[in-house]
């Protein structure tokens, strides 16, 4: 306890979470981890995913016609495999030759929109194509754990 009490003493400078009213417009604005706390979370704090990644729309956009004619159209969730398979031939992402594997991140270490659907898609499913600032993006979540 000591260690917390300090760093809550110390006007907020140290690596512990903020806490306390009227925090929530500055907290949102963290510097890296600090800005856990207020957006959010739950009880996640990782996400496993893969995804595509295609610099031009109408490329993104052709491979989750891939995904909806064999999979999606019929409400169907694809599996890991069969989208690594995508992945392979569509991302122009450097994960595409491991299937577009990212892992487990925690929140907080991927850019905005990209982390944003990432931790929103539910485990099994396949987001919708979007636009981050890297490209367009496909997702495919397979995990999440605290």
Not at 43 to 65: D, F, S, W
Not at 115 to 138: C, E, L, M, N
């Amino acid at each position: 306890m000591g260690k917390d009490a300090k760093a809550k003493d110390s006007g907020g400078k140290g690596k512990g979470k903020q806490t306390g009213g009227g925090g929530d417009e500055n907290s949102s604005k963290g510097k890296g981890k600090g800005g856990k706390a207020a957006d959010g979370l739950g009880t996640c704090t990782y996400v496993k995913a893969r995804h595509i990644l295609c610099e031009k729309q109408g490329k993104i956009n052709e491979a989750y016609k891939k995904l909806q004619d064999g999979w999606l159209s019929n409400g169907d969730k694809v599996a890991p495999a069969e989208f690594a398979k995508l992945a392979a031939e569509y991302s122009e992402c450097p994960s595409g030759k491991k299937g577009g594997d990212l892992g487990w991140f925690p929140r907080g270490k991927m850019a905005g929109p990209f982390q944003d659907v990432a931790f929103s898609t539910a485990v099994g499913a396949t987001s919708a194509p979007f636009k981050s600032t890297h490209g367009y993006h496909i997702i495919l979540s397979e995990g999440r754990k605290n």
